[in-house]
C-alpha cells in the first residue's frame, strides 16, 4: 500500500480535535470474500439518490407544506461543464469531479444524469468496490450505452485492486471494450494531487487522470453571484435559507446544508459531560481511521479505545454509563439532521448497528488538527483486540511500525499473514528487514516465494530496492547480505539480488564470497528476477562459470561483475575465459577496453579502436586528456564515433575537459545529441563558463540547452532551470526569475528556500516560510541549526507541519545528523516514517544509551523506549 500521508497544516498542541485518516492510497475497501455485492444496474431514474451517496440535507423548523426529501437543485458555473461534456455521448468517456467534502460534487452528477434525455435511460451501475468493478468490466456486463456510477474514486484506484482496475478503465476509455460506456467520478483534491504523484505505487491511476479523465472543479464556496441568484429566487426551501443565514463570510453552503461546521463546533468545543463523552469517542475514530481501520468501528471497539481519549476530570467518579451517554451524543442526537458518527447495520434484518463511521464532513476537517497527534495504549489494545478486516490489519501494521511501535506491530502483521495476498507478505517482509528483523523476514520468504509461484503475475522484481537501500543507509551490511541471500533463495529476486549481494560482500572485505555468489548464479542460468520459473541449467566449467554457448537470460551482467571481480582478484585467465564464453553478449570488448584503461595501456586502446569498438575510443580520449595529452584526445574527439559516448563517459569526458580549459570542446560535447550530463557535471561547467566569460554566457549556455528539440537525450531541465535562476539572480534579473518560478515545477518550489539559505537570509525564509512552504520550513530550521540558534530551530520544528517526501527525509536526517534524539522520538512516535528510519539508524550505531533495547523493544506510544513489559 502506498505510504504517503496527506500533507496539512497544523499548529499546537490539541486534545479532543478532529483529524481524518492517510490519503494517498489508505481508502476505504473491502477484499472480495467480505464485500456486499452492488445492486442489479438499472436506469437512474430508479435509484434512490441516497443510495448513490448523495448528502441527507439539514432539518429545518417545520414548515406548511411537506418538503421533498431533497431540496432545490442549486446550479453553479461547474454544472454548465458538465453539462457540455455530457451533452453528446457518443463515445467512452471518464468525467471526475473534484472538490472537498460537502461540496455537492455528487449531487450535481445526480442532477446531470436524471436531467439528461438521453443518459435517463440508460443502464447506471454501481459498483462497490474495485474488485466488482473489474468483474462487471473484465465479464462484460457493463454494455453499451451504460452510466458507471464511480463516486469517491480513490476506492477504485489504490489498494490491493486498484492496479487491475485501473487497467480496465483506460482499457474501456481506449475503445477496446465497446461503448459507448459514460464513468462518472468524484475525488477529494488532495486525493487527485496524491493520485497523479510521480511516486504514488499505481502509476496507471496517474496515466489515466492525467490523460484520459475530463476534471471538473467544484468550488468550495459559494460566488456573490451564485448567493445572489439564489436570493433573488421567489420561494426558497427552508434549509436553503437557513444553510445561507448560517454560513456566514465562509459562504460554505452546501457544507452548511449538510450540517458538517455545527459538528465540528460542537465536538471541538464540548459544553456538557455528554459532549466530552462524545468528543473522546469520535476522536478515537478518527485516531482509527489515520491509523488504518477504514472498516466499521465496532462499539466493543469504541468502548476499549475511547477511556483513553478522557481528561482526567471526566476519568474520575465518572458514571457507569458514560460511554452509552457519548455514543447517544455522537450518533443519535444530530444537529441540523447530521451525527458526527453514522451508526450502520450489515446483518440482514432489524437490529442495533453493527459499528459506526465518521460523517465525511468530520473526516476531511479532521485532517488539519489530527494528523500528527500520539494515539493513546486504549486505542491500539482496542484495534488489536476487535480489527478484522485483512486490510485494515495490514495498514494498522505499517502504521505501527512507522510508529516504531513493536508491540502492536508484531502480534498485527502475525494475524493478518495467514489471510495477507502476497505482494502484501512482501511488505511485510520488507517492515520486519528495515526495523532489525532479518531472521524473522528471511524465514518468512519461502512462503512468500511459493505464493508468487502460483501467479507469477503478481511478482515485481524491484519490490525491495528500497529495503535494501535503507539497510545499506543504516549501515548493516551484514543484514543486508543476509536478506539478499534469502530473496536469492526463495526465488522473490535473482539478477540485480546477485548483484548487489556481490558489492555488499565485497564491502565487507569478502571478494572470495562475491565470487563464489555470482558463479553460483551463472551456472544456474543467471536468470534475472525469476520468481516462479525453475532456473535452467548449463554446462558448468571447472572454475563454475557457464560454458553453454548461448546465452543466458539477462546474464550478462553478472557475467560482466564477475569478469571484474575476477581480474581485480588477479584471477586473469578465469576472467579472459569467462569473457570468451560470453563473447556474443556485446559486452567482451567494452570489458577489454575499460581493463586496459584502468592500466593505462593506451596502445591496447588504440588496437579496439581500429577493431571498431566506440566505448575504446571515449576510454583512449579519457585517458589522453588525464595525461594532459590534449591534441592526441581533441583529435580522437574530432571523430563523430564519439557520438556513441555512453552517458556517463560523457560526464566524465566534459569534467575532464573543463578541468583542462577547454571550453570551447566541454560546450561542444554538453550538446551533442544521445548523451546526458549529471547534476555535479553540469553545475561545474556552468560554473566554469561563468567564472571565465561571465554570467551572460553561462546564461546563453543553459538557454541553450532548455528546448526539447536541442537539449541532450536525458537531460535534466530542472537542474539546468534552477541554474539558470542562479545565475539570474546573481544579476539581479529578478523579473525573469519569477517567469521561471511561475512555472510551479518542482524545483520552483525549492529554488527560493535554498537561495534565501545560501545567502543566509533568515528574513526572507521566515516570511517564506510562514506561507506554508515547506522548503522553506527546512532550510531555516537547518539555517537556525547552523548558526547555533537550537531554541528557535525547534521551536519552529514543533510548532508546523513540513510537507513533502523528499523535505521530510531531509529534515530526519538533519536531525539524525545534529543529534536531536528527543526529536526524532517524538516525530517518530507521530508517525514520521523518515524519523523512524534515522533512529533505527542510530540504533544500529549504538549512537545512544537504550540503543540495544530501542532495536528489541521499539518505542512505547509517547515515544520513550519500550522495555518489553
Known amino acids: 500500500m502506498p505510504d504517503e500521508i496527506a500533507r496539512n497544516e497544523a499548529a499546537g498542541e490539541f486534545t479532543h480535535l478532529l483529524q481524518a485518516g492517510t490519503v494517498n492510497g489508505e481508502v476505504h475497501f473491502h477484499a472480495p470474500h467480505t464485500a456486499r455485492p452492488g445492486r442489479p444496474p438499472r436506469p437512474v431514474t430508479e435509484w434512490d439518490p441516497f443510495d448513490l451517496d448523495v448528502h441527507r440535507a439539514i432539518e429545518?423548523?417545520?414548515?406548511?407544506?411537506?418538503?421533498?426529501?431533497?431540496?432545490?437543485?442549486?446550479?453553479?458555473?461547474?454544472?454548465?461543464?458538465?453539462?457540455?461534456?455530457?451533452?453528446?455521448?457518443?463515445?467512452s468517456r471518464m468525467v471526475v469531479l473534484t472538490g472537498g467534502s460537502s461540496t455537492g460534487k455528487t449531487r450535481a452528477l445526480y442532477e446531470a444524469i436524471i436531467d439528461h434525455e438521453v443518459l435517463r435511460s440508460w443502464e447506471l451501475h454501481h459498483p462497490r468496490t474495485a474488485d466488482e468493478l473489474v468483474g462487471r468490466l473484465s465479464s462484460g456486463q457493463v454494455e453499451p450505452r451504460s452510466v458507471l456510477w464511480l463516486n469517491e474514486t480513490q476506492n477504485f484506484l489504490t489498494g490491493p485492486g486498484g492496479a487491475e482496475a485501473t487497467a480496465w478503465l483506460l482499457t474501456l476509455l481506449d475503445g477496446s471494450i465497446p461503448g459507448p460506456v459514460v464513468v462518472l467520478g468524484t475525488l477529494w483534491p488532495q486525493y487527485w494531487s496524491d493520485l497523479v504523484d510521480t511516486t504514488n505505487e499505481n502509476p496507471h491511476a496517474r496515466s489515466l487522470l492525467l490523460h484520459s479523465v475530463r476534471r471538473i472543479r467544484v468550488a468550495e464556496r459559494f460566488s456573490d453571484e451564485d448567493l445572489e441568484a439564489l436570493r433573488s429566487t421567489g420561494s426558497v426551501?427552508?434549509?436553503?435559507?437557513?444553510?445561507?443565514?448560517?454560513?456566514?463570510?465562509?459562504?460554505?453552503?452546501?457544507?452548511?446544508?449538510?450540517?458538517?461546521?455545527?459538528?465540528?463546533?460542537?465536538?471541538?468545543?464540548?459544553?456538557?459531560?455528554?459532549?466530552?463523552?462524545?468528543?473522546?469517542?469520535?476522536?478515537?475514530?478518527?485516531?482509527?481511521?489515520?491509523?488504518?481501520?477504514?472498516?466499521?468501528?465496532?462499539?466493543?471497539?469504541?468502548?476499549?479505545?475511547?477511556?483513553?481519549?478522557?481528561d482526567e476530570q471526566d476519568r474520575i467518579d465518572a458514571p457507569a454509563d458514560w460511554f452509552e451517554r457519548g455514543i447517544r451524543c455522537a450518533a443519535e442526537e444530530s444537529l441540523h439532521g447530521i451525527t458526527a458518527l453514522i451508526p450502520r447495520r450489515r446483518q440482514a434484518g432489524t437490529g442495533a448497528a453493527d459499528g459506526y463511521e465518521l460523517h465525511d464532513y468530520i473526516k476531511q476537517h479532521g485532517q488539519a488538527v489530527r494528523r500528527a497527534a500520539?494515539?493513546?495504549?486504549?486505542?491500539?489494545?482496542a484495534l488489536l483486540a476487535h480489527t478484522a478486516e485483512p486490510e485494515d490489519l495490514e495498514r494498522l501494521t505499517t502504521s505501527a511500525y512507522e510508529r516504531l511501535l513493536y508491540r502492536y506491530g508484531q502480534p498485527l502483521y502475525r494475524r493478518y499473514w495467514s489471510s495477507a495476498p502476497p505482494s502484501a507478505r512482501e511488505q511485510i517482509v520488507d517492515l520486519l528487514a528495515e526495523h532489525g528483523r532479518v531472521d524473522e523476514a528471511v524465514a518468512l520468504m519461502p512462503e512468500v516465494g511459493r505464493d508468487l509461484q502460483q501467479d507469477d503475475r503478481l511478482f515485481r522484481p524491484n519490490r525491495h530496492h528500497g529495503t535494501v537501500e535503507t539497510m545499506l543507509g543504516q549501515g548493516r551490511d551484514e543484514d543486508t547480505a543476509s536478506f539478499l541471500r534469502g530473496l536469492i533463495a526463495a526465488r522473490l529476486a535473482s539478477g540485480w539480488a546477485t548483484r548487489w549481494l556481490a558489492r555488499v560482500l565485497i564491502d565487507l572485505g569478502r571478494t572470495g564470497d562475491a565470487i563464489e555468489v555470482l558463479e553460483q548464479q551463472l551456472a544456474h542460468g543467471g536468470r534475472e528476477n525469476d520468481a516462479g520459473t525453475a532456473l535452467s541449467g548449463g554446462n558448468v566449467t571447472p572454475s563454475g562459470v557457464l560454458s553453454t554457448g548461448r546465452r543466458p537470460a539477462n546474464g550478462h551482467p553478472l557475467a560482466e561483475q564477475l569478469a571484474d571481480l575476477l581480474a581485480s582478484d588477479g584471477r586473469w585467465e578465469q576472467a579472459l575465459q569467462l569473457a570468451r564464453d560470453h563473447a556474443d553478449e556485446g559486452w567482451t570488448r567494452g570489458w577489454l577496453a575499460r581493463q586496459f584503461a584502468k592500466a593505462g595501456k593506451a596502445d591496447q586502446l588504440r588496437r579496439l579502436v581500429a577493431a571498431g569498438s566506440f566505448e575504446a575510443e571515449w576510454l583512449l580520449a579519457e585517458l589522453e586528456l588525464a595525461r594532459g595529452r590534449t591534441a592526441e584526445a581533441l583529435e580522437l574527439m574530432e571523430d563523430p564515433v564519439l557520438f556513441h559516448v555512453p552517458p556517463h563517459g560523457a560526464s566524465r569526458l566534459v569534467r575532464l575537459l573543463v578541468e583542462r580549459d577547454l571550453l570551447d570542446q566541454a560546450i561542444e560535447l554538453s550538446t551533442t545529441p544521445h548523451i546526458f550530463l549529471d547534476?555535479?557535471?553540469?553545475?561545474?561547467?556552468?560554473?566554469?563558463?561563468?567564472?571565465?566569460?561571465?554570467?551572460?554566457?553561462a546564461i546563453a549556455h543553459v538557454q541553450r540547452l532548455l528546448p526539447a528539440d536541442s537539449r541532450p537525450a536525458g537531460f535534466d531541465a530542472a537542474t539546468a532551470k534552477a541554474l539558470l535562476a542562479d545565475q539570474l539572480a546573481g544579476l539581479g534579473r529578478w523579473q525573469e526569475i519569477r517567469e521561471l518560478l511561475r512555472e510551479g515545477e518542482a524545483w520552483a518550489r525549492n529554488w527560493l528556500p535554498e537561495h534565501f539559505a545560501r545567502n543566509g537570509n533568515l528574513d526572507l525564509l521566515r516570511r517564506l516560510a510562514d506561507t506554508g512552504n515547506g522548503a522553506a520550513r527546512y532550510e531555516l530550521i537547518r539555517l537556525l541549526l547552523d548558526r547555533g540558534n537550537d531554541r528557535e530551530a525547534m521551536k519552529i520544528l514543533r510548532s508546523t507541519t513540513i510537507s513533502g517526501d523528499t523535505t521530510a527525509q531531509k529534515l530526519a536526517r538533519l536531525l539524525a545528523d545534529r543529534g536531536k534524539l528527543a526529536e526524532l522520538r517524538d516525530r517518530a512516535a507521530r508517525g514520521d516514517r523518515h524519523c523512524s528510519q534515522q533512529l533505527v539508524r542510530l540504533a544500529q550505531q549504538a549512537a545512544f544509551p537504550d540503543a540495544r533495547r530501542l532495536l528489541r523493544h521499539g518505542l512505547n506510544t509517547d515515544g520513550s523506549t519500550a522495555d518489553g513489559s
Open 374 to 381: 500520539l494515539a493513546p495504549d486504549s486505542l491500539w489494545q
Open 60 to 91: 429545518a423548523p417545520p414548515a406548511e407544506e411537506a418538503l421533498p426529501e431533497l431540496p432545490p437543485y442549486l446550479r453553479r458555473a461547474h454544472d454548465d461543464e458538465l453539462d457540455a461534456e455530457l451533452r453528446e455521448p457518443d463515445r
Open 679 to 697: 547534476d555535479e557535471v553540469l553545475r561545474k561547467l556552468v560554473a566554469a563558463i561563468a567564472e571565465r566569460r561571465g554570467a551572460e554566457s
Open 237 to 310: 426551501d427552508p434549509r436553503l435559507s437557513l444553510a445561507i443565514s448560517s454560513a456566514g463570510r465562509a459562504r460554505q453552503v452546501i457544507q452548511t446544508l449538510a450540517g458538517g461546521p455545527a459538528l465540528v463546533d460542537r465536538h471541538e468545543h464540548p459544553d456538557t459531560a455528554e459532549d466530552r463523552y462524545a468528543a473522546a469517542i469520535v476522536t478515537a475514530v478518527i485516531d482509527a481511521h489515520h491509523l488504518g481501520h477504514h472498516d466499521l468501528l465496532p462499539r466493543t471497539l469504541l468502548a476499549d479505545a475511547a477511556p483513553g481519549y478522557l
